[in-house]
Structure formats: structure tokens, C-alpha cells
């Protein structure tokens, strides 16, 4: 717990040492249905809609999209969302977006909640995909996701990549000089931080074979002392493939030119034997220089 205090801490002076505000803070829920809503100025949220959302949306001004793991209540997720905009809202002009999805605990056991709380995650990437597709072609966005939260967005992307795939397709066949895009052309940046996703997944032809392909930087936050991807592979059986959080994306079957885009960093000294959205959310932004170019666009190397 000390250790986790002086993270936090740690978080907040860094917040308060760089420049810029953002008070630009939404809250997305896909519970039930899909529930957007902005944070007044006296820091409650209040319903909005999609279309205030895209009409207010400026591509030029980075968009971080933060998603969480497993167990975690539509209440926690409101105050997370509260809590890590502070975090975040003197780092530099973005918008920031907390967004929320059914990973509820529920009671069929530990191996099985796991198991049960990754599906979701599968399927409740639509929402994030379609989001993805309203946004405006030349949009910056950063997309954060911890633990289950990093297979949602990789599911998404990989959706996302699919459908732009075949639109081009389409509109190279037709001809079209419209300008139209069905899916828009976004600058994507990726962050897994703890991320319970097989490592040996983003090969060609695997379940997430065309994430990179759309996807303009990747870090990947690695602790191999994270007790609870220690277990991962246990879910589908001993010898299972090992999580990205614990060992990193396995490049094998990777085209050079996409695996370029992965960067990897041992963050086991900032976490230890630890494996919460705090601790892992707050070692990332200790790595000033990695923040700023994957969650602001600002690629100056100082």
C-alpha cells in the first residue's frame, strides 16, 4: 500500500510539473447501452449524445481513450474516469474519454470469471469500433487499455482494420473520387498496460493480424512480476500462449516493417508484484518522455 501511494502521489507531481490544461472530459458506458456523458465544471458527469461528442470533436487536438479490466462497477468507473483526468488534465491539450464495459465480477468461480470477463471483452469491442468510425479522417487518437480492457481494443482495431480493408477495396474497384470515406483514416497511437492479450496473436492470419496495420506507434508496458498474467496461460490450459503484459508481443510471423511500431518497457521497477489499473495507469505517466509521444502526439525526443 505505501508503495501504491507514492505512485500516485509520484503521478500527481508530474501532472502538476508539466504545462497546458484540459478540462475536455467524457465518460462512455457500454453496459446496456451506449451512454456518453461530460464532466461540468464542478466535476460531475451530465448526459450528452454521440452528436454533441463528434460535432464538438477537433481532429487536430489529441483524443486519449482509456479503457479498464475486469471487475470493475459502473460506479468505480464514473470516479475513475474523475480521477485519472486529474491525473492527466495538466500533461498537455487533449480530450480525454474514460470508457467503461461489462466486467462485472460475476460468481462462476475465478478461472471462469476470467474466461467469461474476456468474451465480453471480444464483444463489447463493437462499441468501441463504431465509435472509431464516426471520428473525423486525420483524428489523433490514443487508446490506453489495461489488462481486459487491452483486448478490447485490440479486437476493435482489429475490426476496424478488417472493415477498412474492404472499403478501399471497394472504392478502388468503383473508382469513387468523392472523397467519402466509409472508414476514416485515423493517426492511431496504442498503449497496453498489463494487457491480458496472447502474445502470439499479432502474427499475420492471427486473431489480431491487421491491428499494426492502422496503428501508428505501439507500447507495450511489461512486468514480469505481475502475479495475475503469471496465471494467464492457465485459462486455456498449461502451455498456453503468455500474456503481452508479462512477456511482450512475440514478433514472430510479423512483417518487419509493422513490428517496427512495437516499443516495449519493463515497468516491473515502478510495479512490482502488482496488477491494478492504478499502479500500472500512474507508472506510465512516471515515463514522461513515452506519455507524451503515445498519448499527446508530441514525438520531440527531449
Same mark, same amino acid.
Given at each position: 500500500m505505501k508503495k501504491l501511494f507514492f505512485i500516485f502521489t509520484f503521478c500527481y507531481?508530474?501532472?502538476?510539473?508539466?504545462?497546458?490544461?484540459?478540462?475536455?472530459?467524457?465518460f462512455v458506458d457500454t453496459r446496456h447501452k451506449f451512454e456518453i456523458n461530460?464532466?461540468?465544471?464542478?466535476?460531475?458527469? &451530465?448526459?450528452? *449524445? $454521440?452528436?454533441?461528442?463528434?460535432?464538438?470533436?477537433?481532429?487536430?487536438k489529441p483524443l486519449i481513450i482509456v479503457t479498464h479490466g475486469y471487475k470493475m462497477t459502473y460506479n468505480e468507473a464514473k470516479q475513475f474516469g474523475i480521477d485519472f483526468s486529474k491525473l492527466t488534465q495538466n500533461l498537455g491539450e487533449h480530450?480525454?474519454?474514460?470508457?467503461?464495459?461489462d466486467s462485472e465480477k460475476e460468481s462462476c468461480g475465478i478461472k471462469y470469471d476470467a474466461i467469461n470477463?474476456?468474451?465480453k471483452a471480444d464483444k463489447e469491442a463493437k462499441y468501441l469500433t463504431d465509435f472509431l468510425k464516426q471520428l473525423k479522417s486525420g483524428g489523433k487518437v490514443s487508446l490506453i487499455g489495461f489488462s481486459y480492457g487491452a483486448r478490447l481494443i485490440s479486437v476493435s482495431l482489429q475490426q476496424l482494420a478488417n472493415e477498412k480493408s474492404i472499403s478501399d477495396d471497394s472504392e478502388n474497384k468503383n473508382n469513387k473520387t468523392d472523397g467519402k470515406? &466509409?472508414?476514416? *483514416? $485515423?493517426?492511431?497511437?496504442?498503449?497496453?498496460?498489463?494487457?491480458?492479450?496472447?502474445?502470439?496473436?499479432f502474427?499475420?492470419?492471427?486473431?489480431?493480424?491487421n491491428l499494426l496495420s492502422i496503428t501508428d506507434e505501439l507500447l507495450v508496458n511489461v512486468n514480469a512480476a505481475d502475479p495475475a498474467l503469471l496465471l494467464y496461460p492457465l485459462l486455456d490450459g498449461i502451455g498456453?500462449?503468455?500474456?503481452?503484459?508479462?512477456?511482450?508481443?512475440?514478433?514472430?510471423?510479423?512483417p518487419k516493417n509493422l513490428a517496427e511500431k512495437i516499443k516495449s518497457i519493463n515497468v516491473r521497477p515502478e510495479i512490482g508484484v502488482n496488477h491494478?489499473?492504478?499502479?500500472s495507469f500512474c507508472a506510465f505517466l512516471t515515463f514522461k518522455k513515452e506519455f507524451k509521444k503515445y498519448a499527446l502526439f508530441d514525438d520531440n525526443k527531449k
Open positions: 507531481f508530474i501532472a502538476a510539473s508539466l504545462s497546458a490544461h484540459a478540462d475536455d472530459v467524457w461530460q464532466l461540468d465544471t464542478n466535476s460531475k458527469w &451530465t448526459k450528452s *449524445t $454521440l452528436d454533441e461528442f463528434i460535432q464538438t470533436y477537433n481532429p487536430n480530450r480525454f474519454l474514460f470508457w467503461s464495459w470477463a474476456g468474451k470515406e &466509409t472508414v476514416p *483514416t $485515423l493517426k492511431i497511437r496504442v498503449v497496453f498496460l498489463a494487457a491480458a492479450v496472447d502474445q502470439d496473436q502474427g499475420q492470419n492471427k486473431k489480431y493480424g498456453s500462449p503468455k500474456a503481452v503484459g508479462r512477456r511482450g508481443i512475440n514478433v514472430a510471423g510479423i491494478t489499473f492504478v499502479s
